[in-house]
């Protein structure tokens, strides 16, 4: 008779979020997937995607909004976070109270800094709108940018720019040339962190635009929370959101072997 | 005594538990189960009522779990998959239809007494059926609103109020800032009698802009099935339907003029004639728009971020209510056209008053408003019912007991007072009920707006709103509107007043088939209009212009380079160059 041994190793520490993530990711994206095939009768249909992509409920015209809105936001938030990730890894050693006041406003929860930004807006008596909601947007993903910037370019091995600037190089060429080039992993995952959850945001929009701006977000939450037969439209909505998130996974791992320079974040 | 340990502790835990047992029954009574399942803030503090209720019919001790729903549309969902243990629910009257049409409920015939009781088990010497206490007038409209209701998988047709009781109702209509209304001088009763809905989209009712005032102002709810009924008004009466007929070929109206449609019949008419209008009128709206609200309707009002919203009656008196300024005085404003402040005063006791300056009275008004256009309007019914597929059976009798203590005068009054919309309970009823009105009283007398003001000795010193009952009735039964006569709070009284026949109030049923056609409009509406291309323009001509500056940039420095090596040249010195070499 074999006795059946169960060995307590360091592995099993793992297996309860295992099973966590079995049950609240795995699951309810299966159920996603099965939604996304399912007629109001029950029966497998491609109909979802059909109404999806053919724009009848102006789920295109959403996306397209969003993406245009993802993009800008983190356009801006990489033109002002470079610099001042930049100036942050260069006074680190002597400044870390500068980053900590970089990091601070993300303990406090955006959803609270949002409302605030809606009360001073209205106080100044600033029209809401496109402006407002942008303004929100860098607002709060701002850090997501600067900080894998920064951690990438403080961890930039200083005799490289030593070298440069040996080998004749100007500040700026020093900066075009062997920084920006070192610091491509930092850009890359600060992109992601910053494009992925600006396409998919709805309460900042939904804050600092009373609802006006209707972004990809919001579009997915009506179609589960304001109505009962069109959770299948909203799933091919969803899925669509995941295929985004993977290709820009894949993109971020492409550039990650490339550089062979991993990102320490 | 390292067994013994453990023993020893063992004993101590089943101690305690029997002993926590006992404490939570003393009494050794069995304890029966009932699982309501309703709004969110919508009773009043009912249990130690209830308890001591069911236990003066049955003898019994009751735990009653509370579970909430935020939107029909979830309740919904939990019901008609049946994963959800609830025995009774209060959804909305739609909502209702819709689980009736589905035979997912179970008959209540609350409304004939023999058939309610025959399985019940209670004390029925102390039992009082109160099923007629229900306002007959809120019964009629559910009634004439549903009709026949057919059953799917069932022979014949069913009654709506054979499987609901209607637990409170309200209307749809416009809150307003009485104040900035007035300052952009149209707080009228012409003008807004004659803008009617087109209030929501700036519209005076001849096409025209109701007020510059109002643009970047209109609050429009987001909510499928009101805002779809509020923009079906706005084109009825500003002509965009002359002409126009019904190309819904499934309804009894078929080729009818909308115009020739009751407003009953009205509210619940969607084609794709309809659909395409509305959707049209909700993205040209998005202009005069401040935005959508959700929960945040009341506070952009009463901060004077906005200046009107779709509302639902009762969140609309909330509002009117919290928006009480002592410092404005009614008759002189709307007498000049413009807001009137009083001066402040102080009283013997250092409290503070207002008088105004031209007329010498004590200030004070609510700076808000509601009003109910006279055209067309909505009205709704929030109800109970049995889901059959997720109630237990053994829980019948306390569901029974439940639903009749709801309707006693008395709960109904507590929980008008609590919740602020109207009770189904006939208003008549309450105003007789010596408990009702000692509640009512309770509430609003004694504990009016100073409520928790005591003396150093801990002493009451509330100061009161309504000298009497009398006076305290009036408000609450007979408050009307200075603006148009109507009554707020019971819109059927308005069925008597020769401003408004019941008729223009329609009940609006479940979309059925058309839900779908419905949602993606809405979502269409909402999509268009707000569009990011142009951040994208904006965005591309910053980025030129950025690249242009650099590379005028280093043009410049290029040409400076080259100047300074050619001036060294010219004079027959050494070039920087070669000496650097």
Not at chain 1, 108 to 120: D, E, G, H
Request: aromatic share 12%.
């Amino acid at each position: 008779m074999t006795k059946l041994k169960f060995r307590f190793s360091r592995k099993a520490f793992a297996y309860p979020y295992m099973i966590f993530l079995l049950l609240f990711v795995v699951v309810p994206l299966v159920i996603v997937l099965i939604n996304a095939f399912l007629g109001d009768d029950g029966k497998l249909t491609f109909a979802n995607f059909a109404e999806f992509f053919s724009d009848k409920g102006g789920g295109l015209t959403v996306l397209g909004n969003s993406l245009i809105i993802g993009f800008v936001t983190t356009l801006i938030c990489l033109v002002i976070g470079y610099p001042c990730a930049y100036f942050l890894a260069k006074y680190h050693a002597s400044n870390k109270v500068l980053v900590l006041l970089f990091i601070l406003p993300m303990w406090v929860n955006f959803l609270i800094r949002t409302l605030s930004t809606k009360a001073i807006f209205m106080a100044l008596d600033v029209k809401l709108g496109m402006g407002t909601v942008m303004f929100g947007m860098v607002y709060n993903y701002l850090p997501y940018m600067i900080l894998p910037l920064h951690t990438t370019l403080v961890s930039i091995d200083h005799s490289y720019i030593e070298a440069a600037e040996d080998l004749g190089a100007d500040r700026f060429t020093v900066l075009w040339k062997t920084v920006l080039p070192l610091s491509v992993p930092g850009i890359v995952s600060g992109i992601t962190m910053t494009f992925i959850p600006a396409i998919s945001t709805f309460a900042i929009s939904e804050i600092l635009s009373s609802s006006k701006i209707f972004l990809f977000g919001d579009a997915i939450n009506m179609h589960f929370s304001k109505t009962t037969n069109s959770f299948g439209v909203g799933s091919v909505m969803s899925l669509v959101m995941l295929f985004m998130v993977i290709i820009a996974n894949v993109l971020v791992s492409l550039t990650e072997k490339k550089e062979e320079v991993k990102s320490s974040l | 005594m390292r067994k013994i340990l453990p023993i020893f502790l063992c004993a101590v835990l089943l101690l305690s538990v029997a002993v926590s047992a006992a404490a939570c029954n003393p009494d050794n009574v069995p304890t029966d189960e009932l699982v309501v399942y309703n709004w969110a803030d919508y009773i009043y503090d009912y249990k130690d009522d209830f308890y001591a209720y069911y236990k003066s019919l049955t003898g019994r001790n009751i735990k009653v779990t509370y579970v909430t729903f935020d939107t029909n549309e979830t309740m919904l969902a939990k019901i008609m998959q049946g994963d959800a243990k609830v025995d009774v629910i209060c959804p909305s009257e739609y909502a209702i239809q819709k689980l009736l049409e589905k035979d997912l409920l179970l008959p209540l015939n609350y409304f004939d007494e023999d058939k309610y009781v025959a399985d019940m088990q209670a004390d029925f010497a102390k039992y009082v059926h109160n099923g007629g206490n229900v306002d007959r007038n809120v019964l009629g409209k559910i009634d004439e609103a549903f009709g026949a209701v057919s059953v799917e998988g069932q022979d014949g047709t069913r009654k709506m109020s054979d499987y609901m009781v209607p637990y409170m109702y309200g209307t749809l209509g416009i809150l307003y800032n009485k104040y900035a209304f007035i300052d952009s001088g149209i707080y009228d009763y012409g003008i807004m009698n004659k803008a009617n809905w087109g209030i929501l989209f700036n519209d005076d009712g001849d096409g025209n802009l109701l007020s510059n005032g109002l643009t970047g102002n209109i609050l429009m709810k987001d909510s499928i099935r009101d805002s779809y009924a509020a923009t079906l008004f706005y084109l009825k009466e500003s002509g965009k339907l002359d002409g126009l007929t019904s190309t819904d070929e499934s309804s009894s109206y078929y080729g009818k003029a909308y115009s020739e449609l009751s407003v009953g019949e009205f509210i619940n008419a969607v084609d794709d004639q309809l659909l395409s209008l509305c959707q049209q009128a909700l993205t040209q709206q998005k202009e005069q728009l401040f935005g959508y609200e959700v929960d945040f309707g009341k506070d952009d009002l009463l901060k004077g971020n906005a200046m009107v919203d779709l509302a639902w009656s009762g969140d609309a008196m909330y509002a009117v209510e919290e928006s009480w300024d002592d410092s404005l005085c009614a008759a002189c404003s709307e007498e000049r056209g413009e807001r009137v402040y009083g001066e402040e005063q102080r009283d013997e006791n250092g409290n503070k008053y207002y008088v105004c300056k031209h007329c010498q009275e004590e200030c004070g008004d609510y700076e808000l408003s509601y009003y109910v256009p006279h055209s067309a309007g909505n009205i709704w019914f929030d109800g109970w019912a049995i889901p059959k597929n997720t109630y237990n059976p053994e829980h019948l009798n306390a569901i029974k007991i439940f639903i009749n203590f709801l309707n006693s005068p008395r709960v109904a009054a507590e929980n008008m007072m609590e919740i602020g919309y109207s009770s189904a309970v006939d208003p008549e009823a309450v105003r007789q009920d010596a408990d009702a009105r000692a509640t009512l009283s309770r509430v609003y007398l004694v504990d009016c707006d100073y409520w928790d003001k005591k003396d150093e000795n801990g002493n009451d010193v509330a100061e009161f709103d309504y000298g009497s009952w009398e006076e305290f009735e009036e408000y609450f039964f007979d408050s009307r509107d200075v603006m148009d006569n109507s009554n707020w709070r019971y819109p059927f009284v308005l069925s008597d007043d020769e401003t408004r026949a019941l008729e223009t109030l329609g009940v609006m049923r479940d979309f059925g088939v058309n839900n779908k056609a419905v949602v993606t409009m809405w979502n269409y509406a909402r999509s268009t209009g707000e569009n990011a291309l142009p951040l994208l323009g904006w965005t591309a001509l910053v980025l030129v212009v950025a690249a242009g500056i650099i590379v005028l940039c280093e043009y410049i420095k290029r040409l400076r380079n080259s100047k300074i090596k050619i001036a060294p040249a010219a004079s027959g010195g050494e070039s920087p160059d070669k000496s650097d070499e």
